[in-house]
């Protein structure tokens, strides 16, 4: 049996096509390195400055210059290259980084994101992530469903300062795959064995379904 | 300029010339490519009143962490104090000023004084938070934010090989922000782990020409050891 973070990985995985530049924003898309097939010609970017990162096997020793940007020491694989803060970010404001995945505090029906700031208690620095949200080409958020007071993520209107506005192309989260669409969130797909009337009591945006069309995950 | 052939000497001489107040860049981001024998010879040498701008605050007890808690820090110019839970109680407790900038517009920033430009234009967090303060232009009907150029009295450089002249090779992400930092700063001082003679170096594999560092200064591979995190898989 799978836990609500697996299962939202694997899901996760499938939106990375052969061939694309990733990026895996700290916490739990990190862990999507760990879902991505070896053989894909798939290189993830890692903003402190390296394109074709991999995760470090156990046992394997660690090289203290090479890091990722959550800090772990990480390898490269065949392909990958090495450069300084101003071109990584040169990559991400291009859009040559195709996907990143991101964690958030808070999400809404217009694809706003608020993912670096709550006012009084977390103000750590936005880091990386205002351009990665803002440039790359497609931002999937990966965050649970409500926090962990059981309050709805997933608004009409975002609360936070945002990290950036009309990002979001899709949200992955425990409960659903919910796409970003000029007429609001469209549910693509439903956790197996969630009803569609408990999946809107635990959001707070308005949520487009069409049950005859509805994936399961 | 320091000439070229009086840029290689001794880390306490380099740091001595440093005032109190001064404006210091500091490479690195989290550990690799934060020069921690610069650091600690900083700390050990005495000045006050610093403005430091770094990516990051490194992690408690270690690299400007060690200058954070030593009260030294008057300003800190960053884009992110995550993994430092000593430097963001400095912060909220009014003892050290943070300034903070997204990442990838700090390293804009450092570059743009490296190339001798006042500034550059942007769109990065409009109509954001960060973007109070900001003057914003209109140039042929897009809206550009005005980014100043970031300027510093000292950088301090982590390198991993170099030549007596002051030629630099960085390794892996040990890069970040070091080559930036080593052209936008009055004075550069580089610390390396080797320093070769002039014309050892294969001359394509230089990342950043002698012409912009004022010292280089050997170093330990131990004097890394500290920022090397066994919690970090």
New interface residues.
């Given amino acids: 049996m799978l836990s609500d973070q697996q299962r939202m990985l694997t899901r996760a995985a499938r939106e990375v096509i052969d061939g694309q530049i990733v990026n895996l924003g700290i916490g739990l898309p990190t862990r999507l390195f760990h879902y991505l097939p070896d053989d894909m010609n798939v290189l993830v970017h890692s903003e402190n400055g390296v394109l074709g990162c991999r995760p470090r096997q156990e046992g394997e020793a660690p090289d203290i210059d090479m890091i990722d940007s959550g800090g772990a020491y990480i390898t490269t694989r065949a392909g990958a290259s090495v450069f300084d803060s101003a071109t990584s970010f040169a990559m991400i404001r291009r859009s040559r980084v195709d996907v990143t995945f991101m964690g958030a505090f808070e999400v809404d029906q217009e694809g706003n994101l608020a993912n670096w700031k709550i006012p009084g208690k977390f103000s750590p620095g936005i880091g990386g992530a205002m351009e990665l949200a803002q440039k790359v080409a497609r931002l999937v958020v990966l965050c649970s469903h409500n926090d962990k007071h059981g309050n709805p993520k997933i608004l009409t209107r975002c609360q936070l300062p945002l990290t950036a506005s009309r990002c979001i192309s899709r949200i992955i989260t425990e409960k659903a795959v919910m796409d970003v669409t000029p007429e609001g969130l469209e549910v693509v797909e439903i956790a197996e064995g969630l009803s569609v009337e408990a999946l809107r009591e635990a959001t707070d945006a308005p949520l487009l379904i069409d049950e005859s069309r509805l994936g399961r995950f | 300029m320091t000439l070229l052939n009086h840029k290689a000497c001794d880390i306490d001489a380099a740091i001595a010339e440093i005032p109190d107040g001064a404006t210091i860049m500091v490479g690195g981001?989290?550990?690799?490519?934060t020069p921690f024998a610069l650091l600690d010879a900083l700390l050990a040498s005495g000045q006050r009143n610093l403005t430091l701008i770094k990516?990051d605050a490194n992690e408690p007890g270690i690299g400007i962490g060690k200058l954070i808690e030593a009260g030294r820090v008057k300003r800190l110019i960053?884009?992110?104090?995550?993994?430092n839970r000593t430097a963001?109680d400095a912060m909220n407790a009014g003892e050290m000023e943070?300034i903070?900038h997204?990442?990838?517009?700090l390293?804009?920033k450092?570059?743009c004084a490296g190339v001798g430009h006042g500034g550059f234009l942007t769109?990065?967090?409009i109509?954001?938070?960060?973007a109070e303060g900001r003057r914003e232009i209109s140039v042929e009907g897009c809206t550009w934010a005005i980014e100043p150029a970031l300027q510093a009295d000292v950088a301090l450089i982590h390198a991993?090989r170099a030549d007596r002249y002051g030629n630099l090779i960085?390794?892996?992400?040990?890069?970040?922000?070091?080559?930036?930092m080593a052209m936008a700063a009055e004075r550069v001082i580089a610390q390396t782990y080797r320093i070769d003679q002039p014309g050892d170096l294969p001359i394509d594999t230089i990342h950043t020409p002698c012409a912009f560092v004022s010292h280089v200064v050997q170093v330990d591979r131990a004097s890394?050891?500290q920022?090397?995190?066994p919690h970090?898989?």
Avoid at chain 2, 78 to 83: A, D, E, M, N, V
């Fill in positions: 981001f989290g550990s690799p490519g990516n960053t884009s992110h104090l995550g993994l963001i943070v903070f997204p990442q990838g517009l390293a804009e450092i570059r769109d990065i967090g109509g954001t938070e960060i991993e960085y390794r892996a992400t040990a890069s970040n922000f070091n080559p930036l890394s050891q920022g090397v995190r970090a898989f």
